[in-house]
C-alpha cells in the first residue's frame, strides 16, 4: 500500500466509483475504484465528528473532491453552502466542529459525503 499527498489524489478522482464506506470508532474509510487505471484508492479520515451520506442509487461515481480548511471556509463555495442549508448542519454541529477540516464529495451519480475530521491519509491499494 503506498501512501499519497491528499491534494495530489483529489484532484485526480474525477469519474471513479465509490465502492465501500466503513465506520469506527471516530474513522470513516472511503473506497474508491479508478475503473481506467484500474486502481484502488483508500481515503482514511480519523477523529470525525460529523458525517452526511445520502443515496438512492447503488453506483455512486465521483465528480470532484473538495477539501476545506474549516466550516466557513466550506461556506463560501455554493454547492456545499446549498447541502449545508439542506441538512442544516450548521445546527447539528458542535462549536469545535467548525474548526476541523472537512471533505465534501460530488457525485456524478449517487449522493453526496460530507465528514468533519482532523486526519487524512490517502493511499492505494
Known sequence: MNTMPKYNLIEDIGDCEIQKLEFGFEKLTISIFDREKSINYKINLSSVTYVVFESNHLQNVIETIHMFENFEEALKFNSFLLF???FDISNQII?????LE?????????GEIVA???????SID
Open 84 to 86: 449545508s442549508s439542506r
Open 95 to 99: 462549536e469545535e466542529d467548525r474548526f
Open 102 to 110: 472537512i471533505i465534501y464529495i460530488c457525485p456524478i451519480t449517487g
Open 116 to 122: 468533519f475530521f482532523s486526519g487524512l491519509e490517502v
